[in-house]
Structures are given as structure tokens and as C-alpha cells.
T-cell receptor
Framework: EAGVVQSPRYKIIEKKQPVAFWCNPISGHNTLYWYRQNLGQGPELLIRYENEEAVDDSQLPKDRFSAERLKGVDSTLKIQPAELGDSAVYLC?????????????FGEGSWLTVV | KNEVEQSPQNLTAQEGEFITINCSYSVGISALHWLQQHPGGGIVSLFMLSSGKKKHGRLIATINIQEKHSSLHITASHPRDSAVYICAVRSNSNYQLIWGAGTKLIIKP
């Protein structure tokens, strides 16, 4: 079974440029998470989807970050415009039946460097 | 005080040693996760616990709900076990996943 797939794996952009990350969760997983992880720190939740609905976006910086999960499957996270402080690893994760306890599976992450 | 505390922060051991990483939490939880992150790699879920003990290969995870404490053990440690091990708990009030700071483990050959 394929795991959570993310792309691009690595991205280097200049500040003020836009960037987008894509995530394909495990088939059948209705819950999808976007996390941001800075070096040496634990992941920070940006947004959580149940199917196509964003049920927790309280930590998403909405002035520059946006996310969508059309049709409740793939998801895209966008940053526009990027700032130097956005350099981090952006992790996508998925699980089945979000409010019940199930194992969370993570993608390999998209490493963003803003210069 | 953090809601999820891990100890030690850093651990260096020789190959073959028995490793224990601890996690204490202060909130009510529905489950606890142990995860592994290799340098430059993604996060891999090792265990999800709500009670008792689980074993997978050389890895053992235990949880004591009354004491709000969990341990991850690695038997016969190997250099490839070198990674950051993260404890995360699912709050039973708002279903948020609360992360520990991680334990950086280095196993020397």
C-alpha cells in the first residue's frame, strides 16, 4: 500500500515568491493534516481536514497561507508571499476516522528554504 | 510547564545497550503515539497506545494511564536506531495532538 505522498521534496525560493505543496494521503483516509516543523522542534499543526472540511485551521496564518482539499482526497498548501521565517519542513499526514484513535501516517515532508 | 515532557532530551549509547525513553503528560488523553524521525526523513509512527504494552521487533512501548507516563524501550540497540523519538498524546477534550520535544538518540557502533 502506498504511503502518504508529498511533493516537491525540496524547494528553494526567494522571499515574496509563492510556493505550493501537494499531498496525496493514503487511500481511504478521511483525515488529513498539514504540519510545519522547524529545525529541532516538534511539528506544529497548521490545518486538519475531515474529508473536504477544514475542522481545525486555528494555527494557520491566514494572511499568507491557504489550503484546500478538493473532493476530500488530495490537498494543497500554499504560501503567498513566502517570508524568510517560513523556511521549515511541511509535513502532511493522514489517518482514518479522525476523532477515533487511529495511527497517523506521515509523508516524507516538503523541505522549504526561503532565501 | 509543557503538557508533554520527554526525557532524556539527548541520549548516546553503545550498540547493544538497552534503551529507555520516557514520556510524561499532564492532560487527559485518548491515546499516546510514539514516532520516529530520522535526520532528513519523514516521521514514522511506531506505536499507538491507549493502555498496557505493545511490542514490535526490538521495540516495546508501555503506558500507565494512572501515572500518566509512557516508556519506549529498544532492546539490542543498533546504529540504525539513531533518530529522534517523539511522544505525542491525543487530548480527550479537544482531540488535538500534543507533541513532546523529542529525544535525540545516537547509537555508536
Amino acid at each position: 500500500e502506498a504511503g502518504v505522498v508529498q511533493s516537491p521534496r525540496y524547494k528553494i525560493i526567494e522571499k515574496k515568491q509563492p510556493v505550493a505543496f501537494w499531498c496525496n494521503p493514503i487511500s481511504g483516509h478521511n483525515t488529513l493534516y498539514w504540519y510545519r516543523q522547524n529545525l529541532g522542534q516538534g511539528p506544529e499543526l497548521l490545518i486538519r481536514y475531515e474529508n473536504e472540511e477544514a475542522v481545525d485551521d486555528s494555527q494557520l496564518p491566514k494572511d499568507r497561507f491557504s489550503a484546500e482539499r478538493l473532493k476530500g482526497v488530495d490537498s494543497t498548501l500554499k504560501i503567498q508571499p513566502a517570508e524568510l521565517g517560513d523556511s521549515a519542513v511541511y509535513l502532511c499526514a493522514s489517518s482514518k476516522e479522525g476523532f477515533q484513535e487511529n495511527t497517523i501516517y506521515f509523508g516524507e515532508g516538503s523541505w522549504l528554504t526561503v532565501v | 510547564k509543557n503538557e508533554v515532557e520527554q526525557s532524556p532530551q539527548n541520549l548516546t549509547a553503545q550498540e547493544g545497550e538497552f534503551i529507555t525513553i520516557n514520556c510524561s503528560y499532564s492532560v487527559g488523553i485518548s491515546a499516546l503515539h510514539w514516532l520516529q524521525q530520522h535526520p532528513g526523513g519523514g516521521i514514522v509512527s511506531l506505536f499507538m497506545l491507549s493502555s498496557g504494552k505493545k511490542k514490535h521487533g526490538r521495540l516495546i512501548a508501555t503506558i500507565n494511564i494512572q501515572e500518566k507516563h509512557s516508556s519506549l524501550h529498544i532492546t539490542a540497540s543498533h546504529p540504525r536506531d539513531s533518530a529522534v523519538y517523539i511522544c505525542a498524546v491525543r487530548s480527550n477534550s479537544n482531540y488535538q495532538l500534543i507533541w513532546g520535544a523529542g529525544t535525540k538518540l545516537i547509537i555508536k557502533p
